[in-house]
């Protein structure tokens, strides 16, 4: 089946410092999508790249994914309190649909 | 509705009953996931459609666990004689197509005791 990795599985992050989680699929990807999930709440949609090599932003975010379309990564600048959660990769392969395991972001005020 | 709407929020059932899980996707969403996840972790597909046809449920943990959409819109997940390890947060998830990011229920809390 489907293999998704996230790295790392925990960050603790000062305010303001930068924050990077990374995906690593070992079969190539037709796209991947990023979502956010709150303590105690529902991963929400943050985007999705199709694209080889392909950047998007979102204000502080910044998303990216690999030339070879294996792997991809959500990079956060100046990280806020606002941004803890847990942030998870997800792939589609046939008709599934598969989440990465997640990095938890923590940020120290 | 404005979201995707899943009921009951919270499920406490004795081990061996079974139980209904609801949910309402978001008007004219094509696509519907039940997911299953554990504290701590990611979201662990279960079962999917397109429309009303289940397209795939290989995530399924075994046949005490069942779901259907037979409109197109609302869909069950069914557990019959539940155990313990059942317990956990059921997720649903709806798309305009496969093509677009999901947008995911509040969820059911399932407790066996």
């Known amino acids: 089946g489907q293999q998704v990795m996230q790295i790392p599985q925990y960050q603790h992050v000062q305010e303001g410092e930068d924050f990077t989680t990374y995906c690593n699929s070992s079969?190539?990807?037709?796209?991947i999508q990023w979502y956010k999930q709150r303590p105690g709440g529902h991963p929400v949609f943050l985007i999705q790249l199709v694209k080889s090599g392909e950047v998007k932003k979102q204000k502080r975010l910044t998303f990216q994914f690999g030339e070879a379309k294996k792997n991809s990564s959500l990079h956060i600048t100046a990280t806020q309190t606002t941004d803890v959660g847990t942030y998870f990769c997800a792939v589609v392969t046939g008709n599934q649909f598969y989440f990465g395991t997640g990095t938890s972001l923590t940020v120290i005020p | 509705g404005a979201g995707v709407s899943q009921s009951p929020r919270y499920k406490v059932t004795k081990r061996g009953q079974d139980v209904a899980l609801r949910c309402d996707p978001i008007?004219?969403?094509?696509?519907l996931y039940w997911y299953r996840q554990a504290l701590g972790q990611g979201p662990e597909f279960l079962t999917y459609f397109n429309y009303e046809a289940q397209q795939d449920k290989s995530g399924l943990p075994n046949d005490r666990f069942s779901a259907e959409r037979p409109e197109g819109s609302i869909s069950t997940l069914t557990i019959q004689r539940t155990e313990q390890r059942d317990s956990a947060m059921y997720r649903c998830?709806?798309?305009?197509?496969?093509?677009?990011?999901?947008?995911f229920g509040s969820g059911t809390r399932l407790t066996v005791v």
């Open positions: 998830a709806s798309s305009p197509t496969g093509a677009y990011g999901y947008t």
């Open positions: 008007s004219g969403h094509v696509s």
């Open positions: 079969t190539t990807l037709s796209n």
